[in-house]
């Protein structure tokens, strides 16, 4: 399950294609109807980003870059390996149907069950199965790139060239590929070997031809998913949520200049707690249980100076900020 059909719908459904290209993303729940496993839910949860109108090989590499992107931001990209495949044009499809499906007829007593029933219907899927026999079958099957046409040869060069400048390291697999027939040139995914049987961590692909198999205009796309719990069973450490600063008015008109300044802390990046009650000693003792780096104490003889008390909550130092610079100094907690 993935969220590209449903954004297809939407795009048609809304009439999206006179804005074009449009660059989408998704976050949600998802389900499975099948027996659980590690990393293999019945629910689970997915991100995707989804980018249409973009028929050039250009998209394909900036989507495939921002999935690494994520990953390393994660710190998880050294744990995948980026593996890579071109489904090729539907002319080349055609050719290389007729010729698998020739190949696999002569091995059909080899075939898994599933495989024999795929055959009619959906030959390509073969080439992915995790069957052994039907491996030992698919090692010696024809090999696609002799199929493509020179247009998807290039198109793949330069997907490859493309993901080349950007440094982004790639493993080809002729095996690599996709089960439905409006998927076409660049398939992808980054898998591990740190999950076991689940190692798909990040996958897509370029679908040219779902808006127009849902009734919409020929739109060209490429995007992908990825599954949360399984991005987080990869991560080996979660980054520690940022420790906030305390604000810590004394007097009802600290308060009210309290309230502003913890506004553009914020807007500033800093994580802020704001007291709204219990005195001094008591307002401590809350940034200490939230485990405040700093405390910025704000009474009515501070602001009649224009100054605030910002505290070190690991030494107690203490000094006089002008308000208008609080932000620079915390600039050394962030």
């Not at 420790?243 to 994580?271: C, K, M, N, S, Y």
Request: charged share 25%; net charge neutral; aromatic share 6%.
């Amino acid at each position: 399950p993935e969220g590209t059909a449903g954004i297809a719908r939407a795009f048609v459904s809304g009439g999206l294609g006179q804005i074009l290209p449009l660059k989408l993303f998704y976050s949600g729940p998802m389900f499975r109807h099948e027996r659980p496993q590690k990393g293999r839910l019945r629910q689970f949860h997915q991100i995707g980003v989804e980018l249409l109108g973009v028929a050039a090989p250009l998209g394909d590499v900036e989507t495939i870059a921002l999935g690494a992107h994520i990953l390393d931001e994660l710190g998880i990209l050294t744990r995948c390996t980026l593996e890579l495949n071109t489904l090729g044009d539907t002319e080349s499809r055609a050719a290389y149907r007729k010729v698998l499906v020739d190949y696999l007829s002569g091995h059909m007593e080899r075939l898994s069950r599933d495989s024999r029933e795929r055959l009619a219907r959906n030959p390509l899927r073969i080439l992915d199965s995790k069957d052994d026999g039907d491996r030992k079958v698919v090692a010696e099957a024809p090999a696609f790139d002799a199929y493509l046409t020179d247009a998807a040869r290039d198109f793949f060069a330069r997907v490859r060239e493309g993901l080349d400048a950007l440094g982004v390291a790639y493993a080809l697999n002729p095996r690599l590929v996709r089960g439905l027939d409006y998927y076409c040139h660049t398939a992808f995914e980054f898998t591990t070997d740190a999950l076991g049987a689940q190692g798909t961590v990040l996958a897509g692909g370029r679908y040219d031809g779902l808006v127009e198999t849902m009734g919409g205009t020929p739109t060209p796309g490429v995007g992908w998913a990825a599954g949360i719990e399984r991005l987080a069973m990869l991560a080996e450490s979660v980054a520690p949520a940022p420790r906030p600063v305390a604000i810590i008015p004394v007097g009802t008109a600290a308060e009210t200049a309290a309230l502003g300044l913890a506004q553009d802390l914020r807007r500033a990046g800093f994580a802020v707690d704001l007291g709204f009650s219990g005195n001094l000693s008591r307002r401590m003792k809350r940034a200490n249980r939230l485990q405040a780096v700093a405390a910025v104490i704000i009474g009515d003889d501070e602001l009649a100076k224009g100054i605030a008390t910002l505290r070190d909550m690991a030494t107690g130092d203490q000094q006089a900020v002008p308000l208008g610079e609080i932000a620079a100094g915390l600039a050394r907690y962030r």
